[in-house]
């Protein structure tokens, strides 16, 4: 074990080096430039085809997708509001400070329109499988649009290997070691129940993921939102001093404090920006295979929904998380993880309740992420194997639940970090090469289906 953690603490340092952190924010920022800003500029367009056609959207017949528009949306949000928007931002707040937030917030709003780029590209090079069901994501416009098969299987691999760390790994070592903490049960007992619960939804496809994260983004993101944000509405006069650590914290070392083992510019940059990708996933390549199975008339309009994802994920849920967390001030104490965002809340609620409340909300945002991120792997097996892969790939997913129960979670992060990273770099080359051809998707208004007159384009 020591080996491996030299061996990917190596690689990391490689990952998420400064060509990575350029890499990373630049595709975002050069996205956003070209398509002119449209976290921004098409506010009312996201907010129509999104949020305002949710029951219009249950109505339609699929005739261009399997499951209902809003219906992959919601399962895509599921895949990233996750254990990382509470242990994630617990550890990135314990390990580089309050200004870890601020280079999340940066990633988060130029990621909107790297998200936004990655699901229209998706939908443009999709395709049918044996089943006839709707598929696609990174690696079919990678392959299809590159013209690069090899890049498109490395892709894969990475996405099954980041998945089944982040996803089946991360997510259930969050969980189980919050139910530890608070009941002392045993994590190999909890992640046998988690597999279970997993397996009765993954089983039944795409289809049953949608029923379920339907009803469960909504009512999991609603109230996580709303206890936390009264929690920091009730506290406003300390807010100043909060942002003011935040956005100087940002660009100042941190020394040591407490508990608190200080921090340089670099690795605040660093763990801000490695903890928002782990959480809102913009540029990693994930979030077009949920939304490849959308029923939805233009291209772009399922695009708007992976703007909304990373707003939703970031921009408030981790804001909320990591403002509670610093107007605690528990951050220096040298705790971490889900025992950090437990020592906050419980500051702030009485008795025991902010316990019960991180507890709960662990455990539904991973449940959430376990019964959607296994059919990213499912795609990317399929993809590489065909058809005779999809079983056993969620087979293996329900087994690495169980082996997530027993993990370490300095070492399963860190792990994550790096896989996340590896993944990233295939996709965001992608984009990058083929901007041209998203341009041209986006200004002409391309309806699910069509094609623009020549693929050829490029930067």
Same mark, same amino acid.
């Given at each position: 074990?020591?080996i491996?953690?030299e061996?990917?603490?190596?690689?990391?340092?490689i990952?998420?080096?400064?060509?990575?952190?350029?890499?990373?924010?630049g595709?975002?920022?050069?996205?956003s430039v070209?398509?002119k800003f449209?976290?921004?500029?098409?506010?009312?367009?996201i907010r129509?085809?999104?949020l305002g056609r949710?029951?219009?959207?249950?109505?339609?017949? &699929?005739?261009? @997708?399997?499951?209902?528009?809003?219906?992959?949306g %919601?399962? =895509?949000?599921?895949?990233v +509001?996750?254990? !990382?928007?509470?242990t994630?931002?617990?550890t990135?707040v314990?390990?580089?400070?309050?200004?870890?937030?601020?280079?999340m917030?940066?990633?988060?709003f130029?990621?909107?329109?790297?998200?936004?780029a990655?699901?229209?590209?998706?939908?443009y090079?999709r395709?049918?499988n044996e089943?006839?069901?709707y598929?696609?994501g990174a690696?079919?416009?990678?392959?299809?649009?590159?013209?690069?098969k090899w890049?498109a299987?490395f892709?894969?691999?990475?996405?099954?290997?980041?998945?089944?760390v982040?996803g089946?790994?991360?997510?259930t070592?969050s969980?189980?070691?919050?139910i530890?903490?608070?009941?002392?049960v045993?994590?190999l007992?909890?992640?046998i129940i988690?597999a279970?619960?997993?397996?009765i939804?993954?089983l039944?496809?795409? &289809?049953r993921? @949608?029923d379920?994260?339907?009803?469960?983004?909504p %009512?999991? =993101?609603?109230?996580?939102i +709303?206890?936390? !944000?009264?929690?920091?509405?009730?506290?406003?006069?300390?807010l100043?001093?909060a942002?003011?650590?935040?956005?100087?914290?940002?660009?100042?070392?941190q020394?040591?404090?407490?508990g608190?083992a200080g921090?340089t510019?670099?690795?605040?940059?660093t763990?801000?920006?490695a903890?928002g990708?782990?959480?809102n996933?913009?540029?990693m390549?994930s979030?077009?295979?949920?939304?490849?199975?959308?029923?939805?008339?233009?291209i772009?309009n399922q695009?708007f929904?992976g703007?909304?994802?990373v707003?939703l994920?970031t921009?408030?849920?981790?804001?909320?998380t990591g403002?509670?967390?610093?107007?605690?001030?528990?951050?220096?104490?040298?705790?971490?993880?889900t025992?950090?965002?437990?020592?906050?809340?419980?500051t702030?609620?009485?008795?025991?309740?902010?316990n019960y409340?991180?507890?709960?909300?662990?455990? %539904?945002f991973?449940?959430s992420?376990?019964?959607?991120?296994?059919f990213?792997?499912?795609?990317?097996?399929?993809?590489i194997?065909?058809?005779?892969a999809?079983?056993?790939?969620r087979?293996?997913w329900?087994?690495?639940?169980v082996v997530?129960?027993?993990?370490?979670?300095?070492?399963?992060?860190?792990?994550?970090?790096?896989?996340?990273?590896?993944?990233?770099?295939?996709?965001?080359?992608?984009?990058l090469?083929?901007?041209?051809?998203?341009?041209?998707?986006?200004k002409?208004k391309?309806?699910?289906?069509g094609k623009i007159?020549?693929?050829d384009t490029?930067?």
């Open positions: 074990m020591e491996i953690n061996v990917n603490s190596f690689v990391n340092d990952v998420w080096g400064p060509i990575m952190i350029a890499l990373l924010l595709t975002g920022i050069f996205l070209r398509l449209p976290q921004l500029s098409r506010i009312k367009d129509k085809v999104t949710m029951k219009e959207d249950h109505r339609r017949q &699929t005739e261009h @997708g399997t499951i209902a528009s809003a219906k992959a %919601l399962a =895509s949000i599921a895949c +509001v996750g254990t !990382g928007n509470i994630g931002v617990a990135a314990a390990t580089g400070g309050p200004g870890a937030l601020f280079w917030w940066l990633s988060a130029f990621g909107m329109a790297t998200k936004f990655e699901i229209v590209l998706g939908l090079y395709e049918k089943r006839g069901e598929i696609g690696m079919f416009y990678i392959y299809k649009g590159l013209k690069s890049m299987y892709f894969c691999i990475m996405a099954i290997f980041s998945y089944m982040c089946a790994i991360v997510d070592n969980i189980v070691l919050g530890q903490a608070q009941w002392h045993p994590p007992a909890s992640g988690m279970f619960l997993t397996a939804v993954i039944g496809g795409i &289809t993921i @949608g379920v994260c339907e009803w469960l983004t %009512l999991m =993101s609603l109230i996580y +709303v206890i936390g !944000g009264l929690i920091v509405i009730l506290h406003l006069p300390q100043p001093h942002f003011a650590m935040i956005f100087t914290g940002a660009f100042t070392p020394g040591a404090t407490g608190f921090a510019v670099m690795q605040i940059m763990v801000g920006l903890r990708l782990n959480s996933e913009a540029g390549g979030s077009p295979t949920l939304n490849c199975s959308a029923n939805v008339d233009y772009e695009g929904w703007i909304v994802e707003f994920d921009m408030i849920i981790n804001t909320v403002l509670v967390i610093v107007l605690s001030g528990k951050w220096v104490t040298g705790i971490s993880g025992e950090l965002a437990m020592h906050a809340f419980s702030f609620m009485p008795g025991h309740i902010g409340f991180i507890l709960i909300s662990t455990f %539904l991973g449940y992420c376990l019964i959607t991120s296994s990213l792997c499912e795609v990317s097996g399929e993809f194997w065909g058809k005779k999809v079983l056993p790939v087979w293996i329900i087994a690495f639940i997530g129960s027993v993990g370490g979670l300095e070492f399963v992060w860190d792990l994550a970090d790096t896989a996340n990273g590896l993944m990233a770099i295939p996709n965001l080359i992608a984009l090469l083929l901007s041209g051809t998203l341009v041209r998707i986006y002409e391309i309806p699910t289906g007159k020549n693929e490029n930067l």
